[in-house]
């Protein structure tokens, strides 16, 4: 009897991740912390968070704050539009079961509020 592979239920999840600074992290001398775009696959958002949390942390960084935006599919239903490149990096993420850092984009000063989507007045 051949043996059929089970459709995998891992999806990939948009993650935006805020680091500290932390020695040997890589970030430029007078940068703050960085903002990461992350793509990591996972069975839920739960479990994307954790692994990517946990390679961060590998990597000599000091990941603070996470947030989610949801899985292509939850994206594109929102009305968000999703270029070609940023499908294939999900793709890879989900075929190597991996976490990708899709861009890094290093503070200055101080570090945004997590809490803080409003605009000042």
């Known amino acids: 009897m051949a043996e059929t592979k089970k459709p995998s239920?891992?999806?990939?999840?948009?993650?935006?991740?805020?680091?500290?600074?932390?020695?040997?992290?890589?970030?430029?001398?007078?940068?703050?912390?960085?903002?990461?775009?992350?793509?990591a696959?996972?069975?839920?958002?739960?479990?994307?968070v954790r692994e990517t949390v946990a390679i961060?942390?590998?990597?000599?960084?000091?990941?603070?704050?996470?947030?989610?935006?949801?899985?292509?599919?939850?994206?594109?239903?929102?009305?968000?539009?999703?270029?070609?490149?940023e499908r294939a990096l999900m793709q890879r993420a989900l075929e190597e079961n991996a976490v990708i850092v899709a861009q890094v984009e290093p503070y200055y000063g101080d570090l945004p509020d997590p809490g803080d989507d409003e605009e000042p007045l």
Request: glycine letters at 14%; proline letters at 3%; a negative charge.
């Open 9 to 39: 239920k891992q999806q990939v999840y948009t993650l935006v991740v805020q680091i500290g600074r932390k020695a040997g992290d890589g970030l430029p001398k007078k940068a703050t912390g960085a903002g990461l775009v992350v793509y």
């Open 41 to 48: 696959s996972g069975i839920d958002e739960a479990e994307a």
């Open 56 to 85: 961060l942390k590998q990597a000599d960084t000091a990941p603070l704050d996470v947030t989610g935006y949801g899985t292509l599919e939850e994206r594109l239903a929102d009305g968000q539009e999703i270029d070609d490149e």
